[in-house]
């Protein structure tokens, strides 16, 4: 791998937009297709109003403005022992040739916190979390499964 470390944020928007543009365009070439997932918290405002228009990809504060039920997160797990594809069920991970995400001020990627339970799950592609030590405490997030093979990362 390789670590970049920036002086400004100008600076690594515009190194990101061309680093993604560089991996879609070789994935595209290759497979007819990119897929890329992105996490939420900051790194939202940091790729979506920069590489896309802000009506595809609204902030993380504006999805909490809208009027959802507030154990959202209970919700998911609840449908998620129905819905929830297991990793023996399917062969492959998601194809997905980028995955962006940030690091909390607790260390949390992808919200998977230190010592957490979910960080042992490996029979799902995503999992559900109500005890996050950052708020909001209910998230949805993937597991390594699907974190760890992504060679872009």
């Given at each position: 791998g390789e670590l970049r470390i920036y002086e400004n944020l100008d600076e690594l928007k515009s190194d990101l937009a061309d680093y993604i543009a560089e991996l879609s365009e070789a994935a595209v070439k290759e497979r007819g297709a990119f897929a890329i997932a992105l996490s939420g918290g900051s790194l939202i405002g940091l790729t979506g109003f920069r590489l896309f228009p802000a009506i595809f990809i609204p902030s993380t504060?504006?999805?909490?403005?809208?009027?959802?039920?507030?154990?959202?997160?209970?919700?998911?797990?609840?449908?998620?022992?129905?819905?929830?594809?297991?990793?023996?069920?399917?062969?492959?991970?998601?194809?997905?040739d980028l995955i962006l995400l940030g690091i909390g001020p607790d260390h949390h990627?992808?919200?998977?916190?230190?010592?957490?339970?979910?960080?042992?799950?490996?029979?799902?592609w995503v999992t559900f979390i109500i005890d996050s030590p950052k708020a909001p405490p209910e998230r949805i997030t993937f597991t390594f499964p699907v974190i760890k093979p992504k060679l872009s990362i």
């Amino acid at each position: 791998g390789e670590l970049r470390i920036y002086e400004n944020l100008d600076e690594l928007k515009s190194d990101l937009a061309d680093y993604i543009a560089e991996l879609s365009e070789a994935a595209v070439k290759e497979r007819g297709a990119f897929a890329i997932a992105l996490s939420g918290g900051s790194l939202i405002g940091l790729t979506g109003f920069r590489l896309f228009p802000a009506i595809f990809i609204p902030s993380t504060i504006q999805f909490r403005q809208r009027k959802l039920p507030t154990n959202t997160c209970l919700l998911y797990a609840s449908a998620s022992k129905n819905t929830t594809v297991s990793v023996s069920d399917i062969s492959d991970c998601p194809k997905l040739d980028l995955i962006l995400l940030g690091i909390g001020p607790d260390h949390h990627v992808a919200s998977l916190c230190s010592n957490h339970s979910a960080l042992n799950e490996t029979d799902k592609w995503v999992t559900f979390i109500i005890d996050s030590p950052k708020a909001p405490p209910e998230r949805i997030t993937f597991t390594f499964p699907v974190i760890k093979p992504k060679l872009s990362i």
